[in-house]
């Protein structure tokens, strides 16, 4: 299957300060990504998609100041965590889909943000 | 709307027993895609199977198997012989033309040596 990368697997940040997901699509052009974020024992609820060279449409009661999407190119979309606030602390995941992988998308390994 | 409903949150079987968690769906769309996700505790989400709407017919790989059915929007999953190392979180998944994954809540299975 395609392979999606995402860095840092781990982050620690300290309140206030902005921290940067990286999702790479590794060996497909990604038209399309997803952000979810998951909550302890939760399932993945879906932030926004993004299409390269396009803004990011953000789900309802997302934040667009507050987790910033961007998708510079066909391998790339980054989430930006602004102003981190413990509350922010979760499992982001993204996923991908590229225009010969029909309907199915493909998840990164998920970055753990810890807030403190 | 779209809806996925994954009604048991945490099963337990002993190592060698066979599982099914079941998985309800919801949707207007008259074509759309039903996928499975194993989720260990390291987080990420292992890709199982992929079903779309006009193949009902099962699925079975190794100790996997699949039953997809529409009239009443099913699709549940069956491990036989259940191993130790099949202990994660499983997500049943659906999406339509938008590409975007509606997840049901997740069913933790547990299995016991």
């Known amino acids: 299957g395609a392979v999606v990368s995402q860095h840092p697997s781990r982050v620690i940040c300290k309140s206030g300060t902005s921290v940067k997901i990286e999702c790479r699509s590794l060996?497909?052009?990604?038209?399309?990504m997803f952000w979810y974020r998951q909550f302890p024992k939760k399932s993945l609820m879906l932030m926004a998609t993004?299409?390269?060279?396009?803004?990011?449409?953000?789900e309802q009661g997302v934040e667009k100041d507050k987790f910033l999407i961007n998708h510079a190119s066909l391998t790339l979309s980054t989430l930006t965590v602004t102003s981190a606030h413990p509350e922010d602390s979760s499992f982001y995941i993204c996923s991908a889909r590229g225009r010969r992988l029909a309907n199915t998308i493909y998840f990164g390994e998920g970055s753990w943000l810890t807030v403190v | 709307a779209q809806k996925v409903t994954q009604a048991q949150t945490e099963i337990s079987v002993v190592e060698k027993e066979d599982v099914t968690l079941d998985c309800v769906y919801e949707?207007?769309?008259?074509?759309?895609?039903l996928f499975w996700y194993k989720q260990p505790p390291s987080g990420e989400l292992v890709f199982l199977i992929r079903?779309?709407?006009?193949?009902?017919q099962n699925e079975i790989s190794g100790r996997y198997s699949w039953n997809f059915q529409k009239s009443t929007s099913s699709f549940n999953f069956t491990i036989t012989a259940s191993q130790v190392v099949d202990s994660a979180v499983y997500f049943c998944?659906?999406?339509?033309?938008?590409?975007?994954?509606?997840f049901g809540t997740g069913t933790r299975l547990k299995v016991l040596a």
């Open positions: 993004s299409n390269e060279g396009s803004k990011a449409t953000y």
């Open positions: 079903r779309n709407s006009f193949d009902e």
């Open positions: 060996d497909f052009q990604a038209t399309t």
């Open positions: 998944a659906l999406t339509s033309g938008t590409y975007k994954y509606i």
């Open positions: 949707t207007r769309d008259t074509t759309y895609y």
